[in-house]
């Protein structure tokens, strides 16, 4: 069975790209109703218009609170029948409250291997800690950051020669095959 996917992104939206290719191709069986960024500067919003999918900016500045903002958020989310929200370097922290409304509807991916490197920079993190192998994980959102139930995660071997940008490619790629893969797995699991 299919999902209703809303898409909330920040920035380039890579993984937003990734999603509405796989469910556009029938990779995926679920649809990708909305693509929602809190940045009016966000690339991935043009991204998503070219591919022809509902887009909308819901920017944090222009409400008068955080409440405000998400109610914003759940409203346009709930219009468009979403089953499952998507977060795709959505870089704002989510309230109890929003949380506690889309309880375990909420997923996000992170370039590390959870519990290792939560928040910003992971790649960074991973480098500075010289670890052999690094890695991304899919998690449900819970209020902390990056601390919610890991759903699945895939390794990528660091080499002594990477850099954060090359390190940060190579887990990008494998991003792109797991956010794909646990969607199948919500799929077939009827969430």
């Known amino acids: 069975m299919g999902l209703n996917l809303g ?5 380039r939206g890579s993984n937003m790209l990734n999603l509405v ?3 556009q191709r029938g990779l995926i069986k679920s649809k990708v109703k909305i693509v929602i960024s809190n940045n009016k500067n966000s690339i991935g919003i043009d991204k998503a218009k070219r591919k022809n999918i509902k887009t909308k ?9 955080k409440k405000d903002f998400e109610n914003a958020l759940t409203n346009t989310l709930k219009n468009q029948n979403v089953d499952l929200v998507c977060l795709a370097g959505f870089m704002c922290i989510l309230s109890k409250k929003f949380l ?5 509807k909420v997923i996000n991916i992170h370039p590390s291997l ?4 939560r928040g910003k920079n992971a790649v960074k993190q991973a480098l500075e800690n010289r670890v052999k192998t690094a890695g991304c994980s899919v998690h449900f959102v819970d209020e902390g950051i990056d601390t919610g139930e890991i759903i699945s995660q895939e390794e990528v071997p ?6 954060e940008e090359t390190l940060g490619k190579k887990i990008l790629k494998k991003e792109h095959v797991l956010y794909i893969k646990v969607i199948k797995e919500l799929e077939r699991n009827c969430f």
Do not use: T
């Not at 898409?7 to 920035?11: H, T």
């Not at 819901?58 to 409400?63: E, F, L, P, T, V």
């Not at 506690?100 to 375990?104: I, Y």
């Not at 660091?158 to 850099?163: F, I, L, P, R, Y």
């Open 7 to 11: 898409i909330l992104i920040s920035g």
């Open 21 to 23: 290719n796989a469910s």
């Open 57 to 65: 900016i819901i920017n944090q500045k222009d409400y008068e609170s």
């Open 100 to 104: 506690k409304e889309w309880h375990r």
């Open 114 to 117: 959870l519990p290792s490197f």
């Open 158 to 163: 660091v080499s002594s020669n990477d850099d």
